[in-house]
């Protein structure tokens, strides 16, 4: 499969602002996308997922935004905690296809009390 | 709880040693994932089961090897080994192994090859 990359390797925030991670991917077949977190020490966990034939899907306290023009995602936390320090990884599929989920390196975020 | 069930959480074996990583998922899932994960390196997807039937080997050293017994549980037996190895194993699994899919991980077993 082509590659899926991740901008920022590492994001710092203060506690209560919102977060932005954002994530490219290569395969313009592309049309199912998840977002995991992984905490330190844990397997990464499923946080929201979109198909393609959506671009924003809200989820609590967090929004997956789709551009398929540029083959962009982005996962937005609003209110961020320090619960909410992890690696978040994304991962690009191609529905019904023999194409298994690949992920990128994830960016580490960490959040500031 | 994930619904995916890794034993040992943590192993530390010599080089000669055999052993074995074993995942059980409770998620009612026919896929089954075995990846590695190390060092600042993305996720390394090892093999897929599909229906018990291997689908995947992504080029992995026959020191690895796998085995699915049914669609609920999946052991990954480990021989020989090198320091190179230590990493984080995850197993994981899906409504199928295809796509479109979501993949469900448990919590990984943190190997330590001395």
């Known amino acids: 499969g082509e590659s899926v990359g991740l901008h920022l390797p590492t994001l710092s925030v203060q506690e209560g602002d919102n977060s932005i991670i954002n994530c490219a991917y290569s395969n313009s077949a592309s049309d199912y996308f998840i977002w995991y977190k992984q905490e330190s020490g844990k397997g990464p966990q499923f946080i929201i997922d979109i198909r393609s034939n959506m671009d924003k899907r809200q989820g609590q306290r967090v929004t997956v935004l789709l551009n398929k023009t540029v083959k962009h995602l982005s996962l937005q936390i609003a209110a961020t905690q320090p619960g909410d320090s992890a690696v978040y990884f994304c991962?690009?599929?191609?529905?019904?296809?023999?194409?298994?989920?690949?992920f990128g390196r994830g960016t580490s975020l960490i959040v500031h009390p | 709880e994930t619904g995916v069930t890794q034993t040992p959480r943590h192993l530390v074996m010599g080089m000669t040693n055999k052993k074995s990583l074993k995942c059980e998922q409770h998620?009612?899932?026919?896929?089954m994932y075995w990846y590695k994960q190390s060092a600042k390196k993305p996720l390394e997807l090892m093999f897929v089961?599909?229906?018990?039937?291997?689908?995947e080997n992504n080029s992995v050293p026959s020191r690895f090897s796998p085995e699915c017994p049914n669609s609920s549980h999946l052991f990954l037996h480990l021989h020989t080994l090198q320091p190179e190895d230590s990493a984080l194993y995850l197993c994981?699994?899906?409504?199928?192994?295809?796509?479109?899919?979501?993949?469900?991980f448990g919590e990984g077993s943190w190997l330590t090859v001395v």
């Open positions: 089961y599909n229906f018990k039937e291997q689908t």
């Open positions: 994981a699994s899906s409504p199928r192994g295809n796509g479109g899919n979501t993949i469900y």
């Open positions: 991962a690009e599929n191609i529905e019904g296809g023999s194409y298994i989920p690949t």
């Open positions: 998620l009612g899932h026919n896929a």
